[in-house]
Antibody, heavy 117, light 107 residues
Framework: QVQLQQWGAGLLKPSETLSLTCAVY????????WNWIRQPPGKGLEWIGE???????YYNPSLTGRVTISVDTSQNQFSLRLSSVTAADTAVYYC???????????WGQGTLVTVSS | DIQMTQSPSSLSASVGDRVTITCRAS??????LGWYQQKPGKAPKRLIY???SLQSGVPSRFSGSGSGTEFTLTISSLQPEDFATYFC?????????FGQGTKVEVK
């Protein structure tokens, strides 16, 4: 049974860079796709982007230019960086697994990131 | 972007009720749709994938139907643990997009 465990700074100031990491335990890392999703407090879900096991990435155009998803296959980890954050980036961020042709099947526990001066 | 219009945004129901939630896509997405349940403070949990396939371990009172642009999640007999918020997700084309959510509350 795969488990995703995530961590990162929970409080940022405007203009700083958000950085979160997600470790994958108990399952294969290759052969799957790795996503980040966010949810502002009391609101709906937004897909941030996807990293494929072959290294290619797809990002939400609403965040293009600020977002980077990277991978460390030696550690079975992948990371999210979001630059120049503002209060609008305050949200719970989730790392999530998907499979080719299918949607999001396994979720991390979520990390609340608050952007405040 | 494909817009997912989910309705209703909330509903009140009693234990034992049949509940239906709908998602409409702004363009055809074949059966590239999933349904998720989220409880307060928790990560979403997948209930249905490929529009109508039941996720392993999910009770059979949950079912999904539809293809193209119209999709439905049905709970045949609402149980106390089913009071939650439900989302649909299309993964037909990037960026993947979610419905706005339906909060199922106690009547």
């Amino acid at each position: 049974q795969v488990q995703l465990q995530q961590w990162g700074a929970g409080l940022l100031k405007p203009s700083e860079t958000l950085s979160l990491t997600c470790a994958v335990y108990g399952g294969s890392f290759s052969g799957y796709y790795w996503n980040w999703i966010r949810q502002p407090p009391g609101k709906g879900l937004e897909w941030i982007g996807e990293l494929r096991h072959i290294g290619s990435t797809y990002y939400n155009p609403s965040l293009t230019g600020r977002v980077t998803i990277s991978v460390d296959t030696s550690q079975n980890q992948f990371s999210l960086r979001l630059s120049s954050v503002t209060a609008a980036d305050t949200a719970v961020y989730y790392c999530v697994r998907s499979t080719y042709g299918y949607d999001l099947d396994s979720w991390g526990q979520g990390t609340l990131v608050t952007v405040s001066s | 972007d494909i817009q997912m219009t989910q309705s209703p945004s909330s509903l009140s129901a009693s234990v034992g009720d049949r509940v239906t939630i709908t998602c409409r896509a702004s363009q055809g997405i074949r059966d590239d749709l999933g349904w998720y349940q989220q409880k307060p403070g928790k990560a979403p949990k997948r209930l249905i994938y490929a529009a109508s396939s039941l996720q392993s371990g999910v009770p059979s009172r949950f079912s999904g139907s539809g293809s193209g642009t119209e999709f439905t999640l049905t709970i045949s007999s609402l149980q106390p643990e089913d009071f939650a918020t439900y989302f649909c997700l299309q993964h037909n084309s990037y960026p993947w997009t979610f419905g706005q959510g339906t909060k199922v509350e106690v009547k």
